[in-house]
């Protein structure tokens, strides 16, 4: 164990802003370093350091930015855009209970789309699992049953998404909404 | 004493905060070439105190409003927790030197060291805490939106909480561990892989949620509200960046300051960079001010809760 020693009395070239107290430590105490002879500037750890960081950073950022603008944007018929239009009434519909809450009200745009987002994400691991799962019976008000069942080739998927699981699905829209924030904000 | 003398700057990584290595110009001259840079007090105490504050805020808030008490929030939570004791270990240490010098505490007592030797534990403790935690909201988040649905079922309240129990538990020990231990070099090498390794591990989390998101915004790409997506996908990218660059910024100088100090300690390159320790510990504090901005804050419900506990505090609002 090292033990340190508190020394107020030593007199220090470099002047302390209130206080004249220091910590002592025995490493003080063996050996000097010595500066002479030096090839580069003395900072240049330092300097190194946080021109490095720096310069990650901004990589970092260049990369992810590309990353967003690489690839084409997907080309949809305009049967397949009305019925993602139809799939975001249906979203903005179901958001509408929240807003009792008066939380979300002034941020539904951007909810419903990022609840959409994750409503895409889910149908994508329905399709590609080719799940027949039988959960609970839809317990849904109607409402949402109406505007699913106007909607073309995404009301049997929908469909097999609610019964699948309804009862975590309301909370899983709050909860979505309370996580995207972060990404979408 | 140990023969191993480097090492007595890992073990007090956090105590040399009036430390002036003019104090060796008693022993040689040389040592002036690289004078330690000194933060002033009032900045200390400022930033430190800046950083409970806010901290305090949030967990208050958390622990007032039920809508909160989820799995996010609480590790929201454990993120302020541990900045807090960080900003904390550096207000008392300020204290404990303000109280050595008034002469209430004595110098050698055994006391004292036991308290250095919490104070040590208690900043380590908070290295570690913040870096498990900001590993947690990743984790968190990468479930909320690759497995949205089964979320409730993955990640219960109950299970949160273990999570965090086994997190702070294995923190403890760990401080423990490497405050007492910490002249073996097989603490500081552990030490200082576990922060690049949590690092990359939460920037591949983060980019491959940013990815998904990426892809799902060009799937509705056709909708009329296009523009939007894109504005929103650079939001992603600068989100991402500021979150990756503050934790970086903030403690990356303070690990590489340990490395040197095992590895180097008489190189003068290193003597040089171990002259800013001052400004590290500030970033250190800093970042505990940070954090919250840019996870805490964004949480509209959050924001929501900081407006009631500050416009109702005159009248009484129901939670």
């Known amino acids: 164990m090292s033990s340190l020693r508190l020394i107020s009395n030593r007199t220090s070239q470099q002047a302390l802003s209130n206080s004249d107290y220091t910590w002592d430590y025995e490493y003080y105490e063996y050996g000097p370093v010595s500066f002479e002879g030096l090839k580069a500037h003395k900072y240049s750890i330092v300097i190194g350091f946080w021109v490095g960081l720096a310069v990650f950073v901004i990589f970092m950022f260049f990369v992810l930015t590309l990353l967003t603008k690489t690839g084409a944007p997907h080309q949809d018929n305009a049967e397949l855009s009305e019925k993602r239009f139809r799939m975001n009434s249906f979203v903005a519909d179901f958001g509408r209970p929240l807003e009792s809450e008066r939380v979300f009200s002034h941020q539904m745009a951007e909810e419903s789309q990022s609840l959409f987002h994750f409503c895409i994400n889910e149908l994508d691991h329905m399709n590609k699992a080719k799940e027949s799962q039988k959960g609970p019976s839809l317990d849904s008000n109607t409402h949402f049953q109406e505007v699913s069942k106007s909607s073309g080739v995404f009301e049997e998927d929908l469909h097999r998404l609610t019964k699948f699981n309804i009862p975590n699905f309301v909370n899983t829209d709050k909860l979505v909404m309370q996580s995207s924030h972060w990404i979408l904000d | ?319």
Request: hydrophobic share 50%; charged share 15%; aromatic share 12%.
């Open chain 2, 1 to 319: 004493m140990s023969t191993d003398r480097p090492s007595n700057l890992i073990k007090h990584p956090g105590q040399t905060s009036i430390a002036s290595l003019e104090n060796i110009s008693d022993f040689s001259l040389n040592i002036t070439d690289c004078a330690q840079v000194v933060v002033p007090e009032e900045v200390f105490f400022t930033v430190a105190a800046a950083g409970i504050l806010e901290n305090l805020l949030i967990l208050i808030a958390v622990i007032r409003n039920k809508n909160l008490h989820l799995p996010m929030y609480f590790f929201i939570c454990s993120l302020a927790i541990s900045d807090m004791l960080g900003s904390l270990y550096k207000t008392l240490e300020n204290i404990f030197i303000i109280l050595c010098k008034m002469g209430y505490l004595t110098r050698h007592g055994d006391f004292e060291k036991k308290l250095d030797d919490a104070m040590d534990s208690m900043f380590i403790l908070s290295l570690l805490g913040s870096i498990f935690s900001l590993l947690a909201i990743a984790a968190d988040r990468y479930i909320t939106i690759f497995y949205a649905l089964r979320y409730h079922n993955i990640m219960t309240l109950r299970r949160a909480l273990v999570i965090l129990a086994i997190i702070w538990a294995f923190c403890a020990g760990s401080s423990i561990a490497i405050a007492l231990f910490s002249y073996e070099a097989a603490t500081v090498i552990p030490f200082t892989i576990l922060f690049p390794l949590m690092m990359c591990f939460i920037l591949c989390l983060y980019v491959h949620m940013f990815l998904l998101a990426r892809s799902h915004a060009k799937k509705i790409a056709s909708l009329p509200s296009s523009t939007v997506h894109h504005r929103t996908n650079m939001k992603g990218a600068i989100t991402l960046t500021i979150f990756l660059g503050v934790f970086l910024c903030c403690w990356a100088p303070f690990v590489l300051h340990i490395l040197l100090a095992r590895f180097c300690p008489h190189n003068p390159y290193c003597a040089c960079y171990m002259s800013i320790f001052h400004v590290n510990g500030t970033l250190i504090m800093c970042n505990a001010i940070i954090n919250p901005m840019i996870f805490a804050f964004r949480s509209p419900e959050l924001r929501s809760t900081f407006k009631k506990m500050f416009y109702c505090s005159r009248s009484s609002c129901n939670w």
